[in-house]
């Protein structure tokens, strides 16, 4: 990345080695980070880039929209009418996919 690349993380925090990204903001690798995930989340009280001037953290909250509550509200009620009715739910979580 060039010395003025912001870094954006809002998909999955693993993707990005921490350690590695505070070393590239101290050292000027790269101009900033955007974060919405973390390596390991919550991110912890000690980690240095809650002091760092150019970091933005959001709280896990990327995905949300002006449209997300209105969404989300209408899969919750077709996955109630399809419990209801013993059918295929949408959007299981898959945990030994890990999602």
């Known amino acids: ?5 912001i870094y954006m993380n809002i998909g ?3 993707t990005c080695k921490e350690i590695d990204l ?3 903001l101290k050292n000027e ?3 900033g980070a955007v974060l919405d995930v973390f390596e390991k989340e919550p991110l912890s ?4 880039l809650w002091q760092m001037k150019n970091v933005l953290m959001t709280p896990h909250c990327a995905d949300v ?3 997300y509550l209105d969404r989300a509200m209408e899969k919750f009620g ?7 009715d013993g059918t295929p739910l949408f959007n299981l979580c898959d945990k030994e996919a890990g999602y």
């Open 45 to 48: 009280k000690d980690s240095e």
């Open 78 to 84: 077709l996955n109630l009418k399809n419990f209801k």
């Open 12 to 14: 999955r925090g693993p």
């Open 65 to 67: 929209d002006s449209g």
């Open 22 to 24: 505070v070393d590239a």
């Open 1 to 5: 990345m060039k010395p003025s690349a």
């Open 29 to 31: 690798t790269i101009a």
